[in-house]
């Protein structure tokens, strides 16, 4: 398998080579040449497979330079830090199952990819004799999980970036009282904003991006939507054993990476297996006002009590762009050129095809809390602020014919704070996170300045 550019600018490459390039050298996203599928015959013998063989069956699928044994090793590996031996199990509440991806070390489901994609950059630089600088912003989910994915491992620094005191406690705690040496957190005076444009800035300035070989771990790497697939698959195959031979899937989305990893599910899948799929998003419902109207065009950021998904821009439309634009590189190139001088991108020639393979409902701060207090009381079951906007979409818009699938994003403790709010008292955290507070800590703040955050980098960067 070889992956391409949305843009069409580079020549093939080869898996590991898109997994180190992150995002492509001519501005667009990496994927495979062609979207394999596979023939209901498969499904029978996958159906029976634990998720960590599941996952080797599809992985090897897109994966055609890592020998098997060493791709069962990185999975394997990756998964036994899950503290659920099904890795992502399923539990129905009410009329709609929830698919709990949030059993990681981070509690959120980036774990899921970013617990690979650390070993993925280990093994592929064992191979080559190299090192890298990870280096990147964060709201606060995506720098824990890519801190625990990476935290020990060989020939590689990272380097996260979160706002000072912006951030929930835990959400901090969870990244400073990592104290392997070769994680440095820094606590930046100023937003996420501050800190995100910085990161940006830094890799803008190509010299010292090669030269310290910093490296991405946001949710553009290819590799992180691949690791996604396979709970769309294991949760799908759970359902048709139990008969059901179509479902839906209802997604809290903010970057679009963990739907579009959905819509590459579905496409592996024989037609109809995955029948559709449902796109929640919060306040921020630029997603949404694309699948209603074709309108993809950019608004103002409204903080929620989702926080992961409080994003205008979605990192990974452009994607599915492609395939909107039938697999016509220039012409993502213009809209992507077009969107980024105006804001805002015309597709309303497209809704036909994009009804068929979206629904899309925005759902407010309001029923957001509503849904945490219902299913509490209902079923017992406590969901967290991002996992009841995806429940409370399907509840709207599933089809009583088929099941639907909630992916559980985070764990409730790991908000706490709107979950209070909704029932009235704060979750407990899980055992190997309760004494999160009592741990040393090591971090270092800086002020929102360029210069004073790119000469910490150079002075503590593997080189
Ligand atoms: C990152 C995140 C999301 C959004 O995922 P995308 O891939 O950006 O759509 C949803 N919920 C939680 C808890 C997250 O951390």
């Known amino acids: 398998m070889r992956y391409i550019s949305t843009r069409g600018g580079i020549a093939p490459l080869r898996f590991q080579d898109a997994v180190m390039m992150g995002l492509a050298r001519d501005g667009g996203l990496l994927l495979p040449e062609t979207l394999p599928t596979v023939a209901a015959d498969m499904l029978d013998r996958w159906q029976h497979l634990p998720y960590q063989y599941l996952a080797r069956e599809i992985l090897s699928l897109f994966i055609d330079d890592i020998p098997d044994n060493d791709l069962e090793d990185l999975?394997?590996?990756?998964?036994?830090?899950?503290?659920h031996p099904q890795v992502t199990p399923m539990t129905k509440q009410g009329e709609v199952y929830i698919l709990e991806l949030f059993h990681g070390p981070t509690l959120a489901f980036k774990d899921v990819a970013l617990q690979l994609l650390g070993n993925l950059f280990e093994y592929v630089l064992a191979r080559t004799g190299g090192f890298m600088n990870i280096l990147g912003a964060t709201s606060g989910d995506t720098g824990s999980a890519a801190i625990a994915g990476v935290r020990g491992k060989n020939n590689i620094d990272i380097f996260i970036l979160h706002p000072h005191g912006r951030t929930s406690p835990i959400q901090a705690l969870q990244m400073t009282t990592v104290l392997d040496p070769n994680v440095f957190n820094i606590a930046v005076r100023g937003t996420f904003d501050d800190a995100q444009a910085i990161v940006k800035?830094?890799?803008n300035d190509l010299d010292f991006r090669d030269r310290y070989?910093?490296?991405?771990?946001?949710?553009i790497n290819w590799a992180r939507v691949l690791a996604q697939v396979v709970y769309y698959v294991y949760a799908y195959l759970k359902?048709?054993?139990?008969?059901?031979?179509?479902v839906d899937f209802s997604v809290p989305t903010g970057n679009f990476g963990d739907i579009f990893a959905g819509y590459v599910a579905r496409t592996l899948l024989p037609r109809g297996c995955i029948h559709s799929l449902i796109l929640a998003t919060n306040a921020n419902d630029i997603l949404t006002r694309f699948v209603a109207r074709g309108d993809y065009s950019?608004?103002?950021?409204?903080?929620?009590?989702s926080p992961s998904m409080d994003i205008q821009i979605a990192s990974n439309f452009e994607r599915y762009l492609y395939y909107l634009r039938g697999e016509d590189g220039g012409a993502v190139k213009?809209?992507?050129?077009?969107?980024?001088?105006?804001?805002?991108?015309?597709?309303?020639?497209c809704r036909q095809r994009v009804a068929e393979d979206f629904r899309s409902r925005s759902v407010s701060e309001v029923e957001t809390l509503a849904t945490i207090g219902d299913f509490h009381r209902q079923y017992g079951y406590l969901l967290d602020p991002h996992t009841a906007v995806g429940v409370k979409a399907a509840l709207e818009l599933r089809d009583p014919a088929r099941p639907v699938v909630c992916l559980a994003t985070a764990h409730p403790a790991k908000f706490g704070a709107a979950v209070s709010r909704a029932i009235g008292s704060q979750p407990p955290l899980p055992p190997a996170l309760a004494d999160l507070e009592n741990r040393?800590?090591?971090?270092t703040v800086l002020d929102a300045d360029l210069g004073a955050i790119r000469d910490?980098?150079?002075?503590?960067?593997?080189?």
């Open 75 to 83: 999975i394997e590996r990756a998964y036994a830090s899950f503290t």
């Open 201 to 203: 800035a830094i890799f």
């Open 213 to 219: 070989r910093l490296g991405a771990v946001n949710s």
């Open 239 to 246: 359902l048709r054993k139990l008969g059901h031979d179509s």
């Open 298 to 305: 950019r608004g103002q950021v409204q903080a929620t009590s």
């Open 334 to 349: 213009r809209d992507m050129d077009g969107f980024a001088a105006t804001g805002r991108l015309d597709l309303a020639a």
């Open 440 to 443: 040393d800590s090591r971090c």
């Open 456 to 463: 910490f980098v150079a002075a503590n960067a593997l080189q």
